[in-house]
Each structure stands twice: as structure tokens, then as C-alpha cells.
């Protein structure tokens, strides 16, 4: 299982645009990304999910340089209700998650 | 509605006793899982199941038990033998076992064990 590397915490204004890096340098060639995103006392809900280059939805865009070893999660413009902890994930079918510590983001008015 | 749903919210357990936790889910999923949640840190799998009948341990399974009898129901025991099991425990279910495209984990809304 690839391991992941993200900051401990980021502080953020509303109306930023938020940036949270993810380092896997052991990813393999049938690793996909995937973003979680978690608030207090509730379960992790997904975000976003990518193999390379970029993938945008409505929430957030995820870049994945062509060398794949690490990961950009983008959150356009942050509320205060984007506070919460992101999870980055990789891994492939049939491996179990791994989730980490996470980075704790708090954006503040 | 579809989803997946977690009782009791909230669980007191004497030192001592066993006590199960109840996840449900109505996704058709094949994939279920359990988590632990320590304060302050991130999530800790338990057990996961890929299809019914079969399950494997996760990082932490020593003093946890699970079965999984049908597709839509993993319900976990906390045994007397979990030396520190008051926590926040989360299940999930997904399609598929691991990060593949589309593969989302759907999780319950959690049960906070307390051992008094």
C-alpha cells in the first residue's frame, strides 16, 4: 500500500482558495487518488477521486502531475462550513483504506 | 432512501461486558467495513468484509469480533478482551473493496462507545 504525506493543519480566510498537497512517492501503476472530506463526530465523505492530470467536480479539482507522486486538492473560494479534516487515499482494487491523520483545515471569517 | 445506518448513536458498556454494534446498509454494496476513531486522530480499520460469508482483519482487530451473515448487515462486537474500546466507531460500505474508479466508501453516521 502506497503511503501518504499531508501537512497537520492549514489555516484559511472564506472566499480563499485552498491548496492541500498529498505526497505518495511509492504509488503504484494501479493506484487511483481519492479525497475525503470529514466533520466532527460524522463519517468521512468522499470528494473526489483521480488517476493523472485533472479532474474537477463540483466541489473541488484534484491535480495529479504525469509522475503521479503526489496530489493537489484545490477547494475554490472556502466557507467557514469547509472546516474539517481532508483524508488523501491511494490504493487500488481489493487493497483495504488506509486513512491517516489527515490535514485539519479551518478557515476563519 | 438509500444508505447506510449505524445503532446506537450513543453506547455506555460496564468493563467487563461485550457489546455489539449494529450497521445496516440498503446500497447493494458487497464491501463493508469497520473503523475505529481516537480524538484527535484519523480513522483505524477494524475488520472489512469483500462478500457475504467472508472477512479479514484490519490494522486493529485484537478484541473485535464481526460476521457477516447477510450482503446488507456487519455487526461488531467490542469483547471484554479490547483493552481501551471507548471510541467513535464507523462503518462503511462501497461497491468493491479498495480505490478503483467510482469505488466511493459510504459511511453510517457512527456509534460513540463509552466503557464506564
Known amino acids: 500500500l502506497a503511503k501518504t504525506t499531508q501537512p497537520i493543519s492549514m489555516d484559511s480566510y472564506e472566499g480563499q482558495e485552498v491548496n492541500i498537497t498529498c505526497s505518495h512517492n511509492n504509488i503504484a501503476t494501479n493506484d487511483y487518488i481519492t479525497w475525503y472530506q470529514q466533520f466532527p463526530s460524522q463519517g468521512p465523505r468522499f470528494i473526489i477521486q483521480?488517476?493523472?492530470t485533472k479532474v474537477t467536480n463540483e466541489v473541488a479539482s484534484l491535480f495529479i502531475p504525469a509522475d503521479r507522486k503526489s496530489s493537489t486538492l484545490s477547494l475554490p473560494r472556502v466557507s467557514l462550513s469547509d472546516t474539517a479534516v481532508y483524508y488523501c487515499l491511494v490504493g487500488s482494487y481489493g487493497n483495504k483504506l488506509v486513512f491517516g491523520a489527515g490535514t485539519i483545515l479551518r478557515v476563519k471569517s | 432512501d438509500g444508505g447506510i445506518t449505524q445503532s446506537p448513536k450513543y453506547l455506555f458498556r460496564k468493563e467487563g461486558q461485550n457489546v455489539t454494534l449494529s450497521c445496516e446498509q440498503n446500497?447493494?454494496?458487497?464491501?463493508m467495513y469497520w473503523y475505529r476513531q481516537d480524538p484527535g486522530q484519523g480513522l483505524r480499520l477494524i475488520y472489512y468484509s469483500q462478500i457475504v460469508n467472508d472477512f479479514q482483519k484490519g490494522d486493529i482487530a485484537e478484541g473485535y469480533s464481526v460476521s457477516r451473515e447477510k450482503k446488507e448487515s456487519f455487526p461488531l462486537t467490542v469483547t471484554s478482551a479490547q483493552k481501551n474500546p471507548t471510541a467513535f466507531y464507523l462503518c462503511a460500505s462501497s461497491i468493491a473493496s479498495g480505490v478503483v474508479l467510482g469505488n466511493e466508501q459510504f459511511f453510517g453516521p457512527g456509534t460513540r462507545l463509552t466503557v464506564l
Open positions: 483521480g488517476y493523472k
Open positions: 446500497l447493494n454494496h458487497d464491501a
